[in-house]
């Protein structure tokens, strides 16, 4: 079963009430949401830590407008609060034997200093399934896994122009190394 992938960042000197809305404005901005998408996306804010439950959850018919999602957020200032915002963005995928661009699923994550997480970071995002960005045989895989990189490593590098980023970690749940893995995959085509 394959691993899920994401990103996490830490900006310099952490995030603060005053901050963190800014920050988050601005990776919405970046982000490249899906075009193709019929799902309707959904914001969710937690409190303390992942065993509650929301404490809100707004549903959003249309692609996530980013003044909408700030406005919504911050109704909830609280340090140990998490934001998340699960939606869509337009990756290659195979349907029915054919590649297309399809739309698939992803969150982005906003961290409170005091929300309870493992990693303490401050901004992730869960990019689903590595198995989008690992090729699986055949030329046609490649190219179209190479663009589905390209797109990763294009919002990577823009959140580390715009943003504050001390730290970056892209990393799967197992905590398998994702390049080596990635590496070892091209080795083998």
Request: charged letters at 25%; zero cysteines; aromatic letters at 8%.
């Amino acid at each position: 079963m394959p691993d899920r992938l994401s990103l996490s960042l830490w900006l310099r000197g952490g995030v603060t009430p005053q901050n963190q809305y800014r920050a988050l404005d601005k990776v919405l901005r970046a982000f490249p949401f899906s075009k193709l998408s019929t799902g309707a996306s959904t914001l969710m804010i937690m409190a303390v830590d992942w065993s509650e439950p929301p404490v809100a959850e707004y549903p959003l018919e249309t692609a996530p407008d980013p003044e909408e999602v700030i406005r919504l957020a911050k109704e909830f200032k609280e340090s140990d609060t998490a934001i998340q915002l699960d939606t869509y963005w337009d990756l290659w995928g195979k349907l029915d034997a054919d590649w297309q661009l399809l739309p698939a699923p992803v969150s982005i994550l906003s961290f409170g200093r005091d929300f309870d997480r493992d990693g303490g970071e401050d901004f992730r995002i869960d990019f689903g399934t590595e198995s989008r960005f690992l090729p699986q045989g055949g030329a046609a895989s490649l190219k179209m896994v190479q663009s589905n990189i390209k797109s990763l490593l294009r919002l990577v590098h823009e959140l580390d122009d715009i943003l504050p980023v001390e730290k970056r970690h892209l990393s799967t749940e197992s905590a398998e190394n994702f390049a080596a893995k990635l590496q070892d995959v091209l080795g083998q085509l």
